[in-house]
Every structure is written in structure tokens, then in C-alpha cells.
């Protein structure tokens, strides 16, 4: 019989990471569709939106996201739960707003430095979106806060499988009407649907009536604006490869090969799937472990998480390393071609990406957001330094030989710091990692034992 602890972290993870999965595949599904149904210039347009958006949806996570699930949490605040809600709601719309007031008056200005005309009317129709945004995301903290994956991974499935199904009906039914405004239409249809489930499911839980505490919302985003601009930063640092492409490179040549860098990402972003996961799950009980049981529970936690994940994502970075072109084929098709060697430059150092997520949900979860903002300006500044530089130097190659070296110097300064706060020990993770391996090796062989005995 399985112990409290062990059936939380199999039931969390397990949702949480179907939650991925769910993302991830009509996530893929979607993409086929789109790159098979526009061109490569117009899917590149497609990638600057969805790169400018998920910039969006990031950063203000991490301004209401963080903050809102450790005051919930904290054993102080828990008779003020109305109020916590409550200056988390306002937070969020007011961030939304200010968004859209800086997309109505500098659209055309960032469509300009992009070389993408289109894109401007995407960005100001994006507003219907980011409305809808307020609710659903502040149903997903509370939800989050509870423990509550199952209802979150039924609402991520509503709104991305509909969303393939509306591009899957366009596309074979109605190919003329296949545009990127329709496109967006489609995300704008799917996630007012899972909103009217996430409300319904949040009922119970939600405030019914604003409580105002001025010195909470002042805590609140004291504590957020460094995950916030962390968030903003390391955002920036994974785009670059998308921003600067565009802007230094002339227009056509620019889209095309954003459209290649986002294939990219988009098998870099499955392999990524098991790390944003667990950081979804670990953030919570990190809160809670800090409280309960210190810091040695907190690096207990983060080195095992990373030890699993790993065991799990070398065999995968492996297979699409040796068997890059086929993995091209299937996802984008024979024109994305030319992204096969940006995929494998790439792909080698995914292992730092699972000791990254935890990075910064770890430091926030210990109460040092401060140093997570300060560590992510630095990691921005050299991204962007390294970027700059490998584009003038190697050209539309440029952004993933900048990435390379991004990786390594990321990695090293990550370890530094984790080891001073938690007192990181890289053996225990290679130890948790081979001992993944050990267990599964022996669940098969005694697998095939019993089968043979039988």
C-alpha cells in the first residue's frame, strides 16, 4: 500500500504531466496542421504571435502565479483567503489591461522592428484573449493551490484539443477559410470553453466577494515582481533565437527561418514536457516542505526530481540526435528541412533544461525570488549578447551556436548557486538518475521472469 507522500506524487505528477501531454500532443497536432496549411513566411509570422503571447502568459504567471500559491500556503495567512484571492484578481486584471493598452499603442512599432506587417492585427484581436485570460488563469492558481490536477488537466484538454479540431475541420473542409485570423479565432472559441468548465469546477473554491487589503496586494506584488521580471527575462533569453532572427535578418529569409526555429522548439518543448511538470508539482510542496520539514527536505526533493527526469530524457534526446531528419519529416515535413541541423545542435544539451525549471520554482519556493530575478537578468543580458554576436558572426545559424554556449554557461552558473542555497550535490543527482535506470532494468528482467515461468 502506497504511503500519503507516495500517492501524492503519483497522483500530481501523473496529472499534471497528462496535462502536459495534452498540451504537447494537440499542441504537435496543431502545428502539422499549420505548417501543411500555410507557408512557411506565414508560419513564421504564426511563430512570432505565438512567441510575443506566450511572453504574455509567462511573465504574468509569474507576477500572480508564485506569489498567490505560497500566501495561500503559508500557515499565516490562513484565515485570510478571501483577501489573498482577492488582491491576486486585482494584480492580474491590472497587468491584462496595462498589456492591452501597450498593444493598441505599440502594435505597429513592434511589427515594424519585427519585418512582419501581418502581425500587428494579430496582436490588437489577441486582446479578446487576454480578457478571457483573467479568469481562467486565476481559476488555475487556485486549483493549483489545492492540489487540484485532475480538473486542471481537463480544462488544458478542452481548450487545445478544440483548437486542433476547429485548424483539423479549417484545413480539410474549408481551405480557403484556413487565415491566421481565423486561426486566432479558433484560440479565442476553445479557451472560452474550457474557462466555462474551470469555472463551474472552481466553484467551491473562488471568491464571491472582493476583500480589499492594501497592505496584502502590496506584499503580494513585493514578492511577485521579482518573479515577474524573472519570468519576463528568462522568457526573453528562450526568445531571442525568434526576435533577433527576424530583426536582423532580411524579411523573407527572417520568417523562414523563425519558422525553423520554432519547429525546433516545438520537439525541443516535448522534450521538456516531464521538467515542467514536475516544476508545476514541486513549487506547491516545496512551500509546504520549507515549512515542515527545512531545507534538506527542499534539496531532497529537487535532487531526486532532476535525477528521475533525466533517466527519463537522455534516451529521448538521443533517438531524435541520431534520427533528426525523420523527426523534421514527421512534425513539419520535407520543406523544414533545413531546421535538421538546428535541431541537433540543440537538442544534446536539453539535459540542462530539467535543472533549470527547478532552478527558479525552487529559489521562489524558498522565500529567495530576489536571487532567481537577479540570476535571470544575467542569463537575458548573455543570451542576448551571444545571440547578437553568433547571428552577425554565422548568420541565420548564428542563434543556435549562441545557444550552445548559453547552455554551458547557464549550467555552470546554476550549480554555484544551488549549491550555496541548498547545498546542491550533483552526485545524488546522478545517483537518483542511474538508480531509475537500475530499478527499471530489474522491473523488466523480473517482468520477462514471470512470463517465462508462465
Known amino acids: 500500500m502506497k504511503s500519503p507522500e507516495q500517492s501524492f506524487w503519483f497522483n500530481s505528477l501523473f496529472y499534471t504531466f497528462l496535462q502536459r501531454f495534452s498540451l504537447f500532443f494537440f499542441g504537435v497536432g496543431s502545428f502539422m496542421i499549420l505548417v501543411r496549411g500555410f507557408s512557411t513566411e506565414t508560419n513564421g509570422t504564426w511563430a512570432l504571435f505565438i512567441t510575443l503571447f506566450s511572453l504574455f502568459e509567462v511573465v504574468k504567471q509569474g507576477l500572480i502565479r508564485n506569489s498567490s500559491i505560497r500566501f495561500l500556503g503559508l500557515p499565516e495567512y490562513a484565515g485570510k483567503n478571501n483577501a489573498v484571492q482577492s488582491a491576486s484578481l486585482l494584480l492580474n486584471t491590472a497587468f491584462s489591461l496595462i498589456v492591452i493598452c501597450m498593444i493598441l499603442i505599440g502594435g505597429n512599432l513592434l511589427s515594424a522592428l519585427l519585418k512582419t506587417n501581418a502581425l500587428s492585427e494579430l496582436l490588437v484581436k489577441s486582446s479578446f484573449l487576454i480578457l478571457l485570460l483573467i479568469p481562467y488563469n486565476h481559476c488555475e492558481i487556485i486549483l493549483q493551490s489545492q492540489y487540484r490536477f485532475s480538473t486542471l488537466f481537463v480544462a488544458a484538454c478542452i481548450r487545445y484539443a478544440l483548437f486542433f479540431c476547429g485548424l483539423l475541420i479549417l484545413y480539410c473542409f474549408f481551405p480557403a477559410h484556413f487565415t491566421l485570423l481565423n486561426a486566432l479565432l479558433l484560440q479565442i472559441i476553445a479557451l472560452a470553453a474550457a474557462l466555462i468548465y474551470i469555472l463551474v469546477k472552481s466553484y467551491g473554491l473562488i471568491i464571491r466577494r472582493y476583500a480589499h487589503d492594501p497592505s496584502l496586494i502590496r506584499k503580494l506584488f513585493h514578492f511577485g515582481k521579482f518573479t515577474f521580471f524573472a519570468n519576463l527575462f528568462s522568457t526573453l533569453a528562450r526568445s531571442f533565437d525568434h526576435l533577433l532572427t527576424a530583426n536582423m535578418l532580411d524579411p523573407l529569409a527572417g520568417k523562414n527561418y523563425v519558422a525553423y526555429y520554432n519547429t525546433v522548439a516545438r520537439i525541443n518543448n516535448m522534450v521538456d514536457m516531464p521538467s515542467l511538470a514536475a516544476a508545476d508539482v514541486l513549487y506547491p510542496k516545496n512551500v509546504e516542505a520549507l515549512q515542515r520539514k527545512g531545507l534538506e527536505k527542499v534539496k531532497y526533493y529537487f535532487e531526486q526530481m532532476v535525477g528521475t527526469i ?15 531528419r525523420q523527426i523534421i519529416y514527421l512534425i513539419a515535413g520535407s520543406e523544414y528541412y533545413p531546421a535538421v541541423p538546428l535541431l541537433q545542435l540543440t537538442i544534446l544539451f536539453s539535459v540542462v533544461r530539467p535543472l533549470s525549471y527547478q532552478f527558479g520554482s525552487t529559489l521562489d519556493a524558498i522565500g529567495k525570488p530576489n536571487i532567481n530575478f537577479r540570476v535571470n537578468v544575467v542569463f537575458m ?30 549550467l555552470l552558473i546554476m550549480i554555484a548557486i544551488l549549491k550555496q542555497y541548498i547545498r546542491l550535490e550533483l552526485r ?22 514471470r512470463n517465462h515461468g508462465s
Open 381 to 410: 543580458i548573455l543570451s542576448l549578447l551571444l545571440t547578437y554576436l553568433g547571428i552577425q558572426l554565422f548568420g541565420p545559424m548564428g542563434a543556435a551556436y549562441a545557444a550552445i554556449a548559453f547552455y554551458i554557461l547557464s
Open 310 to 324: 533525466l533517466a527519463l530524457i537522455i534516451p529521448i534526446s538521443l533517438l531524435i540526435f541520431i534520427f533528426p
Open 428 to 449: 545524488n543527482i546522478v545517483f537518483f538518475c542511474i538508480d531509475r535506470y537500475k530499478r527499471s532494468g530489474a522491473y523488466i528482467v523480473n517482468f520477462f521472469n
